[in-house]
């Protein structure tokens, strides 16, 4: 069922028993007008080393960035992730790689490249497999990055346009981070516990659907509506305290 989410109540204490699955642009991070520019607030590593060693391993990243752009972030963590939106997978140091781009996509990204030069703070960013169109450092690009991307689609068989916060990413289809978090419920350490999401874009309420079908818990960051998420908490600040509490940090 969709609510409205300025109401819902904060998530219980985290459990041993949990499988925690977190995004992280927008829930661990806050958003940077560039992916490249974001920071990581002190101490995180620290605190989701000591969460992941709590859960015997079971916590993973679900992200659109690339593991490899993971790895760097939260370095010298290797978590289990999935990235790209789950198109690329790690659970037990497996790792399943994402398709090969097709050359459409550097195309694509040759004239984004050229749409952005015109709106400063617009920026392209290549992940390989897929490609995103983001306008948060300027606005004025979003009709026009919008326009490139739906007239590139008919050229990318397989492919979608997924939006997010001032982001267009055109990916293969399939893969979602619903049916990432799926399959690694499936594989220990994640297999037999309680599943939970905490992640704060519409690209997550695939998770969302997943973790609430498995008796789990939904976990919305910020007030965007609708959602199917059952608990919110207000910002990654509120995240990293409430994550905090689980391994007795001071927040």
Do not use: Y
């Given at each position: 069922m969709i609510v409205a989410t300025a109401s819902l109540p904060r998530p219980p204490a985290i459990a041993d028993d949990w499988a925690l699955f977190l995004d992280v642009d927008g829930t661990l991070l806050e958003f940077a007008e560039?992916?490249?520019?974001?920071r990581l607030p002190p101490d995180l590593v620290n605190v989701l080393g000591a969460l992941h060693a709590r859960l015997d391993g079971a916590l993973a990243l679900v992200s659109g960035r690339p593991l490899d752009v993971l790895d760097r972030l939260f370095a010298p963590l290797h978590l289990p992730?999935?990235?790209?939106?789950?198109?690329?997978?790690?659970?037990?140091?497996?790792?399943?790689?994402?398709p090969e781009p097709p050359p459409a996509l550097g195309h694509l990204r040759e004239d984004a490249g050229r749409?952005?030069?015109r709106y400063p703070g617009a920026v392209v960013e290549d992940k390989g497999s897929t490609l995103a169109l983001h306008w948060r450092g300027n606005t004025a690009a979003h009709q026009d990055l919008m326009a490139l991307a739906n007239a590139a689609l008919p050229d990318l068989p397989g492919y979608r346009i997924q939006s997010g916060d001032h982001v267009a990413e055109l990916r293969p289809g399939g893969a979602n981070k619903g049916s990432a978090i799926e399959q690694m419920?499936?594989?220990?350490?994640?297999?037999g516990r309680r599943p939970v999401f905490?992640?704060?874009?519409?690209?997550d309420e695939h998770g969302f659907e997943v973790v609430r079908d498995h008796d789990g818990?939904?976990?919305?960051?910020?007030n965007r509506q609708p959602s199917v998420a059952a608990h919110r908490l207000a910002d990654p600040t509120?995240?990293?305290?409430?994550?905090?509490?689980?391994?007795g940090s001071p927040a």
């Open positions: 560039r992916p490249d520019e974001v992730a999935a990235g790209l939106h789950g198109l690329e997978r790690r659970i037990d140091g497996s790792k399943e790689e994402a749409v952005a030069e419920m499936d594989r220990p350490p994640f297999a905490v992640g704060d874009d519409h690209t818990l939904a976990v919305l960051v910020g509120d995240v990293i305290s409430w994550l905090q509490a689980a391994i």
